[in-house]
């Protein structure tokens, strides 16, 4: 087993419907990966398997009590071993494709705490957490949609997950670039053709084209990205020329959303 999820939730049905089926729940069956839910109202010791109670200091919402959390957060640990214990928060860094591989690559035992109502005591954080991860700058109802993220981020690089690990190495933000533009059949749809050298059959330009579309969306779409993007790594003149040109395939672009308007001129240069 290269990578077990444990996730502690008030929603388990909703987080297996999706873990547990399609890529995930093959690679399950076949023992590359498990991914288990717990229901932390399992772990109350209430008749009405209360996990939440009213704020101290005042305030609108519920918080999710500690001890409910401990307690299955315990379970897990004593069942399962000790894993890297992450709580799905607004408060903590921000989750990308370098953070997945950096779980990925460090720890083969993750427990994902998905919070709800106005969030979790704090001293449950205090005495358990290992890290915060958050999906972004927004807030969500719940932390089962960012486990889940987590989850299959990090699962899909898993070797045996997928058919070979350049399923994902060409994708977005493997490198710090954008996936460039994919087309299948037919070659014409709706008067919109497929890029003639996809249909040429030579490989080398294939995938000179490749990576030139990949520098000119990242360099249009998230600028952001391409300023970290390391061009020592372009080790041959051909590479670097396919980045010149790349280049000034962007600067063309960006003239074109000056005069004719935004979305237009992106969707004119994917």
Not at 145 to 174: K, N, Q, T
Not at 195 to 207: F, Q, R, Y
Not at 225 to 233: I, M, N, V, W
């Amino acid at each position: 087993m290269d990578m077990q999820i444990d996730i502690l939730t008030l929603f388990p049905e909703s987080v297996d419907a999706m873990l547990n089926v399609s890529i995930l729940g093959r690679a399950q069956e076949r023992g590359y990966i498990a991914i288990r839910t717990h229901q932390i109202r399992a772990y109350t010791t209430n008749k009405q398997m209360q996990v939440d109670d009213y704020p101290y200091g005042g305030g609108r919402g519920a918080v999710m009590q500690a001890d409910p959390l401990f307690r299955c957060w315990e379970h897990v640990v004593n069942t399962y071993g000790p894993g890297r214990t992450i709580f799905m928060s607004p408060c903590g860094r921000t989750f990308t494709q370098s953070v997945a591989r950096e779980l990925k690559a460090q720890y083969d035992h993750l427990i994902l705490v998905c919070g709800h109502y106005e969030g979790i005591d704090q001293r449950f954080i205090d005495a358990c957490v290992d890290e915060e991860l958050s999906m972004g700058d927004f807030v969500l109802t719940g932390g089962e949609i960012p486990a889940m993220a987590v989850a299959d981020a990090v699962c899909r690089m898993v070797p045996g997950v997928l058919p070979d690990a350049e399923c994902f190495e060409e994708e977005s933000h493997w490198d710090g670039l954008l996936e460039y533009p994919q087309y299948s059949r037919p070659a014409v749809w709706h008067d919109r053709a497929v890029p003639e050298i996809l249909l040429s059959g030579d490989h080398a330009k294939v995938a000179a084209w490749r990576k030139k579309e990949s520098y000119k969306r990242t360099m249009i779409r998230r600028p952001d990205l391409f300023a970290h993007f390391d061009e020592t790594k372009l080790t041959t003149k051909a590479e670097r020329k396919i980045l010149v040109e790349s280049f000034e395939r962007a600067i063309q672009a960006a003239e074109d959303i000056l005069e004719n308007g935004c979305q237009k001129a992106m969707n004119d240069y994917n």
